[in-house]
Nanobody, 124 residues
């Protein structure tokens, strides 16, 4: 089991920003695809952003394009999700995940390891 630990969630007003972090031990993010997902109550888990192991290929859901940015610090083996101009509909539990292949992975069933999630709440 590879522990992935998210942090950075919290309560923010609409229009505000948060930066989520996901740290891994025992697994290099640079070798595998990584993704951020979210799940709001009563909804299915959805992909928010993903990055290939090389960092060359990046995916964003249409709902977050231009507002969210996925990035990675290889020295710290940490992946980030910078979230700007947050909206109430962004409220959800956010999860990071590490895939079993180095390519860009969007579908959640292709991810092998998951963090415990961090709550993001955006007030109107």
């Amino acid at each position: 089991q590879v522990p992935l630990v998210e942090s950075g969630g919290g309560l923010v007003q609409a229009g505000g920003s948060l930066r989520l972090s996901c740290a891994a031990s025992g697994r290099s993010f640079g070798d595998y695809g990584v993704g951020w997902f979210r799940q709001a109550p009563g909804t299915e888990r959805e992909s928010v952003a993903a990055m290939s192991g090389s960092g060359v290929s990046i995916y964003y859901a249409d709902s977050v394009k231009g507002r969210f940015t996925i990035s990675r610090d290889d020295a710290k083996n940490t992946v980030f999700l910078q979230m700007n101009n947050l909206k109430p509909e962004d409220t959800a539990i956010y999860y990071c995940a590490s895939a079993s292949i180095p390519g860009l992975v969007v579908k959640d069933t292709r991810y092998r390891y998951w963090g415990q999630g961090t709550q993001v709440t955006v007030s109107s």
